[in-house]
Structures are given as structure tokens and as C-alpha cells.
């Protein structure tokens, strides 16, 4: 079966960093997405890595190695407003897209 | 660009009647668009997958009388919610993939459906 797992919970400190994990199985790789969500909104795009590496997008970087099946999100210099869900989701080989349960990240002053 | 529209952002029905969802592509031609629903603290569920001028493909589990989907054009995709429940009470979101681009969906804000 198709599966991807993410912590549920993560609670870290303003101005800190956090990295947030994601493994994947799924039934053909044509690239992992990272979505940020906030309560009662839509998720909005974050990054996208298809190749194996690090993009690197302002304070957000994402990470992907194909082989171990294993992403990370990286959030620099949190601010209080990176408080949201932060979901990883995987497109299989049919274009579709498998997606995590969702990383809640609380961020305390 | 890339902007997907959804109507109406809330909605407040009563038990056993119908409510419709319309999303909308602003500023460009979505040949695919999905419908996905959220429960609270869950991650989203993909309840169909629709193409222009097609029948949708509903996930397992997903009631295709219930959730009818209709695509009529590449620009609005519709979610009517049948004889609607309590227990269909949640939030809806629908986003949208151009004919162009394989891999990005545009999301929509969402519709907070709420059955009384």
C-alpha cells in the first residue's frame, strides 16, 4: 500500500529552526510536495523536489532523497506566524497525489 | 496567476437537503480538477478526481450519488452534496491542475459546510 508518515506534533521557539521529517512509500515517485496549512484555511504550495537535494527558498528548504524514500522541510528564524500544519504529500506514478496526516508545528515566543 | 475561486466559502444547511459547491479557475483552463474533503485536526481526503466533459473518478468509500460531480467546462467544476447529513459536515476543498502542468494543484480557500 501507499503511505506516508510525519510526525503529528512538533513544538519549537521563535527565531529558532525546526526540521520536519517525512518518509514515503509509494507506487511510483514523480515528486514530493511540502503544503503549509492554517486552521480553517487552504493549503498553500511551499516547495516541490522531484530530483535528489536541497531547494532552498528564503527561510524554507526542502530536502529529498529518493533512495531512503525521505524528505525534510527546514523553517529558519520562525516567526509566530509559521504556527500551522505543514503537510507533505507525494505524487505516485499516475499523477495522483498521496498525502501525509499533516505536521502541526506551535511555535512559543 | 494560478487563482482557483471557490463559492460559498461557508454554508449552513439543514438535514436531508442539497447544497452545491462551484470551483472556478480564474486565469487559466483546468482540464483536472480534484475534490478532497477535511475533518477537523485530519489531513485532507481526496474524495474525486474530475476531467472536462467526463464522468469523475471517485475514491473508494465516496458515494457517487451522494457527491455528485459535474465539469462542464474547463474553467468550473460543481460538488452537490445529496440529502445532506450531520456527518457530512466538514470543510471542502477543491483544487485544480492545467493541461500543461503535470505536477502543481491550485488550491481553492475551501467551503465550510456545516449539516444542522
Known amino acids: 500500500g501507499q503511505n506516508i508518515d510525519q510526525p503529528t506534533e512538533m513544538t519549537a521557539t521563535e527565531g529558532a529552526i525546526v526540521q520536519i521529517n517525512c518518509t514515503y512509500q509509494?507506487?511510483?515517485?514523480?515528486?514530493l510536495f511540502w503544503y503549509q496549512q492554517h486552521a480553517g484555511e487552504a493549503p498553500t504550495f511551499l516547495s516541490y523536489?522531484?530530483l535528489d537535494g536541497l531547494e532552498e527558498k528564503g527561510r524554507f528548504s526542502s530536502f529529498l532523497s529518493r533512495s531512503k524514500g525521505y524528505s525534510y522541510l527546514l523553517l529558519k528564524e520562525l516567526q509566530m506566524k509559521d504556527s500551522a500544519s505543514y503537510l507533505c504529500?507525494?505524487?505516485?506514478?499516475?499523477?495522483?497525489?498521496?498525502w501525509g496526516a499533516g505536521t502541526k508545528l506551535i511555535i512559543k515566543p | 496567476g494560478a487563482v482557483v475561486s471557490q463559492h460559498p466559502s461557508w454554508v449552513i444547511c439543514k438535514s436531508g437537503t442539497s447544497v452545491k459547491i462551484e470551483c472556478r479557475s480564474l486565469?487559466?483552463?483546468?482540464?483536472?480538477m480534484f475534490w478532497y474533503r477535511q475533518f477537523p485536526k485530519q489531513s485532507l481526503m481526496l474524495m474525486a478526481t474530475?476531467?472536462?466533459?467526463?464522468?469523475?473518478?471517485?475514491e473508494q468509500g465516496v458515494e457517487k450519488d451522494k457527491f455528485l460531480i459535474n465539469h462542464a467546462s474547463l474553467t468550473l467544476s460543481t460538488l452537490t452534496v445529496t440529502s445532506a447529513h450531520p456527518e457530512d459536515s466538514s470543510f471542502y476543498i477543491c483544487?485544480?491542475?492545467?493541461?500543461?502542468?503535470?505536477?502543481?494543484?491550485?488550491f481553492g480557500p475551501g467551503t465550510r459546510l456545516t449539516v444542522t
Open positions: 483544487s485544480a491542475r492545467d493541461g500543461g502542468d503535470h505536477y502543481e494543484q491550485y
Open positions: 486565469d487559466f483552463q483546468a482540464t483536472t
Open positions: 474530475s476531467n472536462e466533459g467526463s464522468k469523475a473518478t471517485y
Open positions: 509509494t507506487s511510483g515517485f514523480n515528486g
Open positions: 523536489n522531484v
Open positions: 504529500a507525494v505524487m505516485d506514478s499516475n499523477y495522483q497525489l498521496i
